[in-house]
Nanobody, 121 residues
Framework: QVQLVESGGGLVQAGGSLRLSCAAS????????MGWFRQAPGKEREFVAA????????YYADSVKGRFTISRDNVKNMVYLQMNSLKPEDTAVYYC??????????????WGQGTQVTVSS
């Protein structure tokens, strides 16, 4: 069982930066693929980024490639999403997710409760 708690969301102007954090419980955190998804109002939840158990492999949605960076700390049981050059279309609820396979599935095994990111123009 893994419990995920996101933090770091907020309101930022276009072009600004935010760093989201996800704290994971459980002794087997380092076994999990970790990912970030987002859901904008009126839209389906979509994949943003994922990282494998060791941190050695990452991949991103085309819409965020070059602007967002996912990382993890297996000692602290944390995963991060550094978001730079934010755009209004990045506005969404961002969800942390954990899965036992890599690449991460569109329906991962565990979800956090989400954190709101709002980018103003």
């Amino acid at each position: 069982q893994v419990q995920l708690v996101e933090s770091g969301g907020g309101l930022v102007q276009a072009g600004g930066s935010l760093r989201l954090s996800c704290a994971a419980s459980g002794r087997t955190f380092s076994s999990y693929t970790m990912g970030w998804f987002r859901q904008a109002p009126g839209k389906e939840r979509e994949f943003v980024a994922a990282i494998n158990w060791s941190g050695g492999s990452t991949y991103y949605a085309d819409s965020v490639k070059g602007r967002f960076t996912i990382s993890r700390d297996n000692v602290k049981n944390m995963v991060y999403l550094q978001m730079n050059s934010l755009k209004p279309e990045d506005t969404a609820v961002y969800y942390c997710a954990a899965d036992l396979v890599f690449p991460i599935r569109t329906t991962p095994r565990y979800w956090g409760q989400g954190t709101q990111v709002t980018v103003s123009s």
